[in-house]
């Protein structure tokens, strides 16, 4: 293997839909300020504008229920990166391309679309429009306030002719009324009177970036995807309706207007194809304000006529308007209210930790809450990077944390997945495969990976599926949902892994041929995560059908095929290199060509953007946890000590080029007594979007990693694990961290556990009393009886750390010096 | 794994490339016979024209000097399938489109274009066109003459409105003016006075079939593709110069004509853009006749101007116009005497194989006699099929025979090889490796396959380019070649394989994750065939450098790297199952699941139309010969009876969907003693175009398939082994061949052998005395006296037989019954 100079790197290939960066602001535009987010405890505060951050602002400031996403556009709409209004599963049809196509790729891929604009509010001052980019920003200030669920701007701005104005305006996506976000919209004239218009509209096809943009053929489909089916305008309501052009999804928006200003203050409305707004215009004395509150409906399907979604937006916006902005407000903050009840993670010792934790469980919360039987896509509805799709990393890294905070949110992204179960079985059978086999990408349930060796290879997303499944139920105990959808996603992805897998002439159950969550190694044998996640797959159908007998038999199980599944989890092979002394990644991976990290240069990452995958499946080089995310998932029979070595090994291999190893690597860091690293990696994860720790938070936020922030808090030092008959935690602190504290729901209790250095409180918040473990010891939780446990003395372990070059993420660090791209 | 249903099979994917039959006659159209081609020795005899096997028979009766290449289109240019006029070499650049692109992609493919086409002659008969579809054919007959080296026609034909004619025609594409072909072309007047009208036209742009027809934008690309540059008309001289509108190639053809008529012929020249004519008036009574020679000459550059490529065509013009037509035809004749006296097959006991295999070699010779320092295409010049490409198996196939036959053409195809050093070297840095990495498939040098899989990652290419070297050194002794040429190839390949391959923890030399030339399994490690193959790459750059000290030394080969080569590839990983007792594919591959082929139905082969990549790549199934092509080039330090187990595991898992199997298996299964079975693929590999087995001969020719009936005659039933230091004999023959004779040029001596069932004579034609082995046995061959010596009395073996549903090309079976598509 050659090592390049470290010139060749400069005009890297660009990896389609990777974000380019082209932040740096251009001649003549003010760069107001370049200090980051401010810290505080329940908030993220932005005090100066970046026009070369905007981007990543515009994914963190985004706005979401699950159901309507709102990218942190600045009112006015520009300047922008990517103006984005998503509603979840809204895509376009696109055609793969292949330059050597074969049997059973897919021919159709997915993307989001960006839908009609409803969160403009333009602003005429005077003769001047209202843009930061001229006339001087004289302050700025924007509040995403974790607890009232809303964006907050505060702005003072002279025109370039001289007159000041200040604007302040909050946004909201509402948790309780879905199809429902507003804006609150206030000018107030500074020091002298002012002319004032404020046009609140609503457009169509505005000039979106287009993933993939080294292929005019996907630019030219997504130009005009929308076609507008009618529009109207009547006193302060307009609407607008469209339908995408090939997948044919229907969709309309509304608006509504509130309008409070002085006396002589007047109001219009128009519509036209794609354009329809409502314009207010007064002359305000200084000191005085005007006051628009914008109601926005939003509904889309992909059934009913467009007379039936006018009707259903229309209603939606007249129950908003009978709600009101204040009562939408008080209902944001009540809905928060009982989700941090269940879901906070309290942290001393590290107030950025603090406020990047509760910003994760935030983005999660935004990402699922309302998002009922659709996607949660691996960027939540905060941007359009990998074309809105979903991956398995919804079911393994997102769905556990909704699972034990608010786990009707973990139940309905299942129900769509169970959904999509008529799609896995014809996917399955197209592969000439039993069962059913769940897309490796999608947004409706279509598979839509364009590489098959890293997409349709990667069947663990099947075991990642049923493991969520039974996740859930073991959570929360819901049995009608194991009877009417668990057992027949477990049956069918039992049968996909008895028919993908095969007993070898030593009795052995062997998968061969497949790709495991390490993408930097392809098209394996007997991928170990792989494996164990299908012996578990195999051993949950089997219980789950004799728990379920009658559901079962209408499966068609019967006591033979349950066997045979219990047969093959039994024999399944594990890989193991007798002369290291560690499990393998694969068969013969602990024999693959060691990387040369030393020589690697740090511009060469992430690797897959300078080096040929043939070079990186044949090497000892880990793109992300695999064999360590099997000690962590499936570790409950491997001793302490073998995942210590393997962890050790695997570590100083694993590059993390993509986001979902560091939450990984950091929670199995701490169960093998690698604290400090833990530590270092619960940073990383958790402060990858509000530093742009991968360097493209601007295609939309890291929804995996941060939810591994909790996995980390809570799995890595809560040591918690829900493998066995009883919940157990091995709960264990690193400075500079002094305190961590959260919630689980589990089966109807409420737990609370609260960590020091020396000891671990476990508190009993509601429900029955429940049989714990802690460090190995269990005991029964009380009702009204916390009761405080002692932590092990720390055992001393010989330092480990990642391969040169790929350090962690460290605390002051600026993002600049640790850009990455890639997820799994 | 799920087996189809028949019906599923019905609407089968359609592989980019691969032919669709469309031979079914249109209603209306005349199907005149529905008889084969007539056996003859030295001709292929066509007596009857099938409308739906037009497409095969253009290729079968295509004419090629490996400069140009004429396929056997109707003189009248309609009907036709494609009508085909190619010069090596002339490509049109294409977009390679990926879903998700990748690091080292190739961006740019290239596909072969059909040039002007100058060897339309149109005839109007009274007021009708000449048009077999139309009116009555009331005689047919086309051959192809492989000792005169021409296509010959005779026609009588009946116009719809009754007047009869008959029309001559004679069509050679020069091996001697390379530059030149030329068309003979006779009218006759039967019964009735007759108005004749013959028209020679050169014409652009003809609609054509575009490979990958799924794709719009190939078909949108290459059409129009070429641009015409100039056109001129005088007297009884057109021409016409175009340039590929992408690529930027420019060409030019010219045409002059030698007419003999009746008094009262006349004749007129035209051209304007894309066509040029010159058309021949006259009136004849029956029995005269109009005769028209046609002297065609083609030029094409990427580098000369248009003026120059013009003069170009026209001195070549002038100068086959003093040869004239019977000093071409002659000198075609005394070329090919030349060229039979070195390269003879005979075989007595099968007429039909008799005239396949001298097919084979007229269509070897044919696609290289004058190829000079191009690429010989896996279809030659005779169809588009694989896009004009060139693959590993000119240097494995077809390279073996001319080495031994035609030498100069072996050594000009390397030297195109050696040509494209600099992109092999440019290729190899871009994947961050050593030396020179060949492209998989390509027309001018550059990478173009677009699944790297089974592309890029089918490394063995450059072994097989550096023991097309050795083979060609040893078998000529062409000491200046090896220093001019061969040292480079053979070190940049070496240090190829250096560098992709690493000494594991004992020691062990693997080289992993590649693909061998079996495309069921893909991206494996430590594939037998490869590391053979590429340990002998090793052996030989170090022995070349060793004998070539000065140039190794230009080259910075020094004894430190020579050492290492020889360390490399004494230390090379060869996987064997020790359980079974036989060598594996590659690391695991006896462990792979067996494939059902019990349940796996006629139509669902080939199996890659119909299953999944991964399906294949983990199962035991064998699309051709790796394992085994190993036995054959690298079995010299393997035991027979090793090779025997071996043959018999893979010989029973090999379903030869790809025509470079059944000769290899032929050879091998030659020496392991089963003559039976080795015959039948003898017949199969041998018949493969004459027979239409593999479904696509329309496409063009199996180039590599042809070679493989002379490597089973001379390395199968005459046992020929070239690797050690002297030439080997094993032979054994097989009913109903009761005579195998065939000739070898070994380091300037011409050496006979004539095998009988019982024994074989050895003769030496010219040259000094060599020695030479006959079943394990030494003598020195002398000059005018010729050795006979007994074949050892058969043993006996059990027999073995491939996949159930997959039996070799039987004896009389129809083509129908044995339709398969796809190559190597």
Redesign the interface.
């Known amino acids: 293997?050659?090592?390049?100079d470290r010139a060749r790197f400069v005009s890297g290939?660009r990896?389609?839909g990777a974000y380019v960066l082209s932040g740096a602001p251009r001649a003549g535009e003010p760069v107001i300020d370049r200090s980051a987010f401010e810290i505080a405890p329940w908030a993220i505060v932005e005090r100066s504008l970046r026009l070369d951050r905007l981007a990543t602002s515009e994914s963190v400031f985004a706005l979401s229920n699950g159901h309507i996403g709102l990218r942190g556009n600045l009112d006015e709409g520009e300047p922008h990166r990517e103006p984005g209004s998503y509603l979840n599963g809204f895509f376009e049809a696109l055609p793969?391309?292949?330059?050597?196509?074969?049997?059973?790729?897919?021919e159709e891929?997915q993307t989001l679309l960006n839908v009609t604009n409803g969160k403009l509010v333009r602003l005429l001052v005077d003769d001047e429009p209202f843009d930061v980019r001229y006339g001087t920003l004289e302050r700025h200030k924007r509040v995403l306030d974790l607890r009232d669920g809303v964006l907050r701007r505060d702005v003072m701005w002279t025109s370039p002719a001289g007159q000041a104005v200040r604007v302040r305006s909050t946004r909201l996506v509402s948790f309780v009324q879905r199809a429902i976000a507003a804006v609150c919209y206030e000018v107030e004239a500074i020091g002298a009177p002012a002319r004032i218009v404020v046009q609140s509209s609503v457009v169509a096809n505005e000039p979106t970036i287009v993933h993939g943009e080294?292929?005019p053929r996907s630019a030219a489909a997504l130009r005009g995807a929308l076609v507008c089916e009618y529009h109207t305008a009547r006193d302060s309501e307009v609407a607008m309706g469209h339908r995408a052009r090939v997948s044919g999804l229907r969709m309309a928006a509304a608006l509504d207007h509130v309008i409070d200003g002085p006396e002589g203050t007047v109001s219009s409305a128009e519509s036209e194809t794609d354009l329809a707004r409502v314009t207010v215009s007064t002359e305000l004395a200084p000191g005085r304000t005007l006051r628009v509150v914008k109601l926005l409906a939003y509904g889309w399907s992909a059934e009913r006529s467009m007379p039936a979604l006018r009707d259903q937006v229309d209603a939606a916006l007249s129950a908003a308007r009978r709600t009101g902005w204040d009562g939408l407000l008080a209902a944001q903050r009540a809905y928060l209210d009982t989700v941090w009840e269940h879901a906070d993670v309290e942290i001393d010792g590290d107030p950025e930790l603090q406020q990047a934790m509760r910003f994760a469980i935030f983005q999660i919360v935004q990402a699922a809450a309302r998002a009922e039987n659709r996607a949660i896509p691996a960027k939540g509805l905060t941007g359009r990077g990998y074309d809105g799709h979903t991956f398995w990393d919804m079911d393994t890294y997102t769905l556990p944390v909704l699972t034990y905070t608010t786990p009707d949110a973990a139940r309905d992204a299942l129900r769509w997945r169970h959904s999509t179960l008529p799609l896995a079985r014809a996917r399955?059978?197209?592969?000439?495969?039993?069962g059913a086999c769940f897309p490796w990408r999608t947004i409706r349930g279509e598979e839509c990976?364009?590489?098959?060796?890293a997409g349709?290879?990667a069947f663990h997303v099947n075991a990642d599926i049923a493991d969520a499944v039974r996740r859930y139920v073991s959570a929360t105990g819901d049995t009608a949902f194991e009877r009417d959808v668990g057992v027949e996603m477990l049956v069918e992805t039992a049968r996909l892994w008895a028919?993908l897998g095969?007993h070898?002439?030593e009795g052995g159950f062997?998968i061969?041929?497949?790709t495991g969550p390490d993408e930097y190694t392809?098209?394996c044998?007997n991928n170990t995560f792989t494996n164990l996640m299908a012996a578990r797959n195999l051993r949950s159908a089997a219980s789950a059908a004799e728990r379920h007998p009658e559901r079962a038999a209408a499966l068609g199980v019967d006591g033979e095929e349950i066997a045979k599944w219990r047969e093959a989890a039994g024999a399944i092979v594990v890989p193991f290199d007798t002369?290291l002394g560690v499990t393998a990644q694969c068969?013969?991976f602990t024999?693959?060509?060691r990387w040369r990290f030393e020589d690697t240069p740090p511009d060469a990452y992430p690797l897959?953007?300078?080096?040929?995958?043939?070079?990186l499946?044949?090497s000892q080089v880990v793109k992300q946890a695999d064999l360590v995310l099997a000690l962590f998932l499936c570790g409950e029979e491997m001793t302490l000590e073998q995942k210590r070595r393997d962890f050790e090994h695997y570590e100083a291999i694993t590059v993390r080029d993509s986001t979902l190893s560091a939450s990984i690597q950091g929670v199995v860091a701490a169960e093998v007594g690698h604290l400090e690293l833990a530590y270092e990696y619960f940073r990383e994860t958790a402060l990858v979007d509000l530093r742009d720790i991968a360097g493209n938070t601007a295609d939309g936020l890291h929804l995996a990693a941060l939810s591994g922030a909790w996995l980390v808090a809570v799995a890595g030092f809560g040591g918690m694990r829900d493998q066995g008959d009883v919940l157990a935690f091995a709960p264990r602190l690193v400075a500079p961290m002094t305190r961590l504290a959260f919630h689980l729901l589990m089966r109807g209790r409420c737990i609370r556990v609260d960590i020091t250095p020396h000891d671990a409180r476990y508190e009993l918040r509601s429900g029955d009393p429940i049989e714990l473990e802690h460090h190995g010891e269990r005991f029964t939780l009380e009702h009204d009886a916390s009761r405080l446990m002692p932590c092990p003395v720390r055992e001393q372990v010989p330092t480990v750390a990642p391969p040169a070059g790929r350090e962690p993420f460290r605390r002051g660090a600026g993002a600049d010096a640790h850009r990455r791209v890639g997820r799994g």
């Open positions: 293997m050659e090592w390049p290939f990896r389609r793969l391309p292949y330059a050597e196509p074969g049997y059973g790729y897919p891929g080294d292929d399955a059978a197209q592969l000439h495969l039993r990976s364009g590489y098959w060796p349709t290879a028919s095969h070898d002439a062997r061969d041929g497949v392809a098209l044998d002369e068969d013969g024999r693959f060509r897959l953007l300078h080096f040929p995958y043939y070079l499946y044949s």
